[in-house]
């Protein structure tokens, strides 16, 4: 559950991990690498809702997994699985959930907890509690490599944008467990309107109650 959420958002502590991935220590960037990051974190910013449908996969051997990934900064996400997989995630600004439709069971977290939140924040940052480890550059594409800053061993999130035109394409996580995952966005649409009463936990139908 924990690498499902984690692959998605990157590093949501749904569950206390294992053990702690080795992380080697990072290479200082390039003066031209530090250069980049306000552009990138001005793109980032600059989204405000986003849905798309995606292909996750992993190097464990799981199925590939498809589904539709919508977010609405700040702080509202939701993840639907399609079928036969019937799990779901949303988080409705305050907390994260995850619905396991096989045991009929949810588990939540708070937002901000982990690095889970970093694509939620009202304001994205490349620096305070998260440390840009890596970039690099490959046949069009732009890699950032990003940690948490206190616990750099929990795992890592790599954002993969495409050049040109500048877009945010795909991200692969590598989880405190040493296991990665990829999730593909496919067609991506980006300022689009959302309903934004679906970003509400709901239970066997039922939106929760709110106070």
Same mark, same amino acid.
């Given at each position: 559950?924990?690498?499902?959420?984690?692959?998605?958002?990157?590093?949501?502590?749904?569950? $206390?991990?294992?053990?702690? +991935?080795?992380?080697?220590?990072?290479?200082?960037?390039? =003066? #031209?690498?530090?250069? %980049?990051?306000? @552009?990138?974190?001005?793109?980032?910013?600059?989204?405000?809702?986003?849905?798309?449908?995606?292909?996750?996969?992993?190097?464990?051997?799981?199925?590939?997994?498809?589904?539709?990934?919508?977010?609405?900064?700040?702080?509202?996400?939701?993840?639907?699985?399609?079928?036969?997989? $019937?799990?779901?995630?949303? +988080?409705?600004?305050?907390?994260?959930?995850?619905?396991? =439709? #096989?045991?009929?069971? %949810?588990?939540? @977290?708070?937002?901000?907890?982990?690095?889970?939140?970093?694509?939620?924040?009202?304001?994205?940052?490349?620096?305070?509690?998260?440390?840009?480890?890596?970039?690099?550059?490959?046949?069009?594409?732009?890699?950032?490599?990003?940690?948490?800053?206190?616990?750099?061993?929990?795992?890592?999130?790599?954002?993969?944008?495409?050049?040109?035109?500048?877009?945010?394409?795909?991200?692969?996580?590598?989880?405190?467990?040493?296991?990665?995952?990829?999730?593909?966005?496919?067609?991506?649409?980006?300022?689009?309107?959302?309903?934004?009463?679906?970003?509400?936990?709901?239970?066997?139908?039922?939106?929760?109650?709110?106070?």
């Amino acid at each position: 559950m924990r690498s499902l959420l984690l692959a998605l958002l990157a590093a949501a502590a749904l569950s $206390a991990p294992v053990a702690a +991935a080795k992380v080697k220590a990072p290479l200082p960037l390039t =003066a #031209e690498q530090q250069a %980049q990051l306000p @552009a990138v974190e001005t793109y980032l910013n600059g989204i405000k809702t986003l849905k798309s449908q995606f292909i996750q996969s992993s190097d464990d051997g799981a199925p590939l997994q498809t589904g539709t990934f919508q977010l609405w900064r700040p702080g509202r996400m939701r993840i639907d699985y399609d079928p036969p997989n $019937a799990n779901y995630i949303v +988080a409705d600004g305050s907390f994260v959930y995850f619905w396991d =439709a #096989e045991v009929k069971e %949810q588990q939540n @977290a708070p937002i901000g907890s982990t690095l889970a939140d970093f694509l939620l924040r009202d304001k994205i940052s490349l620096s305070g509690d998260v440390v840009v480890t890596a970039m690099s550059r490959d046949e069009g594409l732009l890699e950032v490599t990003l940690v948490q800053a206190k616990e750099p061993g929990q795992g890592s999130l790599t954002l993969v944008f495409e050049e040109r035109p500048f877009g945010l394409r795909k991200w692969r996580v590598l989880d405190a467990q040493g296991r990665t995952t990829e999730v593909a966005l496919q067609n991506p649409q980006f300022g689009v309107s959302l309903d934004k009463d679906q970003f509400f936990f709901r239970d066997s139908g039922r939106r929760r109650e709110r106070d």
